[in-house]
């Protein structure tokens, strides 16, 4: 509740000052242009939704995919944690908005550079809260699995597997926020459809609106991949979220 009215005052203020600035409406569009955009030029948001989304999806899925694996693979094995990790850490600091263009020139302007994009951005916070949580398992339970005799994958599955659930839904959740500006970057760089894409056309146009509109749909679907993350964390997890009673 409170950030709804938090929202409606900034909405408010938003739509206050750009009717009484006199700015103009291709520098800054109110609120109700953006809506009256969006209900416009609603076909052309949904075309180019779906293809953003496709790219967000499936990026994140394979993200998902090799992230878990790399996680699991640098948990088993102390000399590729220690001879990766720091490769891992280094390639965040590649400035991907140079490597996006060069992406899109050497894979073609189809579903592939977005995808591999979007794997790239989401990687990184999937595997480290991941890997960390692995490695930070309870050692009291792992000295009890190992007087139960428990093997080593009897040890990931029961102990930690549960334990790193949590931080795997996080970084989820932050690739998820990092996903959207990943797939827009991408079709920036090249592409013939998408919001991104959109957003780029609309603005030389002047059609400001329709750009923030563009975002308005980016937004609310990145908000939409968050809340069922969360709500897939609290039924695949429900250790993670204690109920919440009076404090005795």
Not at 98 to 115: F, I
Request: proline letters at 6%.
């Amino acid at each position: 509740m409170l950030a709804a009215l938090i929202l409606l005052a900034v909405l408010g203020g938003w739509q206050a000052y750009a009717g009484l600035s006199g700015i103009d409406e291709f520098l800054l569009p109110s609120p109700t242009d953006v809506l009256n955009a969006a209900w416009d030029d609603r076909g052309l948001l949904w075309d180019n939704f779906r293809v953003t989304a496709e790219e967000m999806g499936v990026g994140l899925v394979v993200s998902l995919v090799l992230g878990v694996g790399l996680a699991l693979l640098l948990h088993r094995s102390g000399a590729l944690r220690r001879g990766l990790y720091p490769l891992l850490i280094a390639s965040q600091t590649v400035p991907i908005v140079l490597v996006a263009p060069l992406l899109a020139a050497w894979l073609g302007y189809d579903l592939g550079p977005k995808l591999v994009i979007v794997a790239l951005v989401c990687f990184f916070p999937i595997v480290v809260p991941t890997l960390d949580a692995l490695s930070s398992t309870d050692p009291g339970q792992r000295k009890l699995m190992a007087g139960l005799g428990a093997s080593r994958w009897q040890l990931l599955r029961f102990v930690e597997a549960p334990a790193a659930l949590p931080a795997l839904f996080t970084g989820l959740r932050l690739a998820v926020a990092v996903a959207a500006i990943a797939a827009v970057l991408a079709e920036t760089a090249g592409s013939e459809s998408g919001l991104g894409h959109l957003m780029t056309q609309s603005i030389p146009q002047l059609e400001t609106a329709r750009a923030f509109a563009a975002v308005v749909v980016l937004s609310l679907f990145s908000v939409s991949l968050y809340a069922a993350l969360t709500l897939a964390e609290r039924r695949v997890a429900p250790w993670a979220h204690p109920p919440k009673g009076p404090v005795l």
